[in-house]
């Protein structure tokens, strides 16, 4: 199974056909009644005859209906909405994958790796297959559990490949990856967020091209980020994938890029994410009353704008 490059998400097609053509129970419930309805309507003079209803057309219609109940009942169940739930993508069958949210095309790709002798020895190595996408993983991630004997196979492999190599080599093997692990765990590569560029961020972990793309663009229209979780406002990057990457990011405000607040049109300063068109105006009007602004403070004196509005703007106004 190899790695992926870049692709497209593909959840909000998705999402889009479920809004468009999936049912609320209570409107699968009126549908099941008018069809039934009709195949009385359609179905019962069939059974007819000089007026009356025999006891074995009777059953016989019986037999009819179970059988499309049944029918409705098995749509249901293979409409109903992605389910998670703990799994170990080494023994997961294909059926528990479909009801994950995979199409059974996907299902039958993982499958067809393992059957190969493929395994997942981490979250990270099922999150890199082809298939799953990142918002894909970042929804599972803490529902998956790969199981102790994949680890430990991994384990005995290495080992493996160890008991041809003279003694001498054997011990500083082990040293050097004693050390290596050691540096991983105590020294995580970082990125300074407001300077990083495209290739830097997608050393995040989780972090591909197409949140790096993202996290740049967002970058540019807020000026900079003066905290981490600033990231979270960008769709797509939930607690979940921001757990994973958090301890690698640094932050410099230094390079945040600050707006004129006096000498900036109301057009420009709406552009701002955290302020809209309403607060824009405000400010504009405000200060073409007092002439010029000297700090938030005064907006907020005067209730130009309120201290929720001041704390997230701040940063990104120069007076």
Not at 101 to 128: D, T
Not at 180 to 209: C, H, M, W
Request: charged share 30%.
């Amino acid at each position: 199974m190899t790695k992926r490059s870049h692709r497209k998400p593909s959840s909000g097609l998705r999402m889009f056909l479920r809004e468009y053509f999936g049912f609320f129970s209570s409107e699968r419930t009126g549908i099941t009644t008018l069809t039934l309805i009709l195949l009385f309507v359609i179905i019962l003079p069939r059974f007819f005859r000089n007026d009356e209803i025999s006891v074995e057309d009777t059953d016989r219609l019986k037999k009819e209906m179970d059988i499309f109940l049944a029918e409705m009942e098995r749509q249901s169940v293979k409409h109903k909405p992605d389910t998670v739930f703990i799994f170990d993508p080494n023994t997961v069958d294909s059926a528990s994958l479909v009801l994950l949210g995979f199409s059974p095309l996907q299902a039958k790709s993982i499958v067809s790796y393992r059957n190969k002798g493929g395994r997942f020895y981490s979250k990270e190595s099922f999150g890199k297959s082809y298939v799953v996408s990142e918002e894909m993983f970042a929804r599972l991630y803490y529902h998956i559990d790969i199981r102790q004997e994949a680890a430990g196979n991994r384990q005995k492999a290495d080992k493996a490949d160890k008991v041809g190599k003279p003694k001498e080599n054997r011990a500083i093997a082990e040293v050097k990856e004693n050390r290596e692990s050691k540096n991983t765990v105590k020294k995580p590569y970082t990125v300074e967020l407001n300077s990083a560029n495209f290739d830097e961020l997608q050393k995040f972990r989780g972090i591909g091209e197409y949140y790096a793309k993202k996290i740049i663009e967002y970058r540019d229209k807020l000026g900079g980020f003066y905290s981490a979780e600033q990231l979270m406002e960008i769709r797509g990057i939930d607690s979940a994938r921001f757990d994973m990457f958090r301890d690698q990011i640094l932050i410099d405000t230094s390079h945040i890029r600050s707006v004129k607040i006096n000498a900036v049109t109301e057009k420009e300063l709406a552009k701002h994410p955290y302020i809209n068109n309403y607060i824009a105006k405000a400010i504009i009007t405000y200060r073409k009353f007092r002439g010029k602004i000297t700090s938030g403070d005064e907006m907020l004196r005067e209730k130009v704008i309120t201290e929720k509005q001041l704390e997230k703007i701040a940063a990104y106004i120069e007076y």
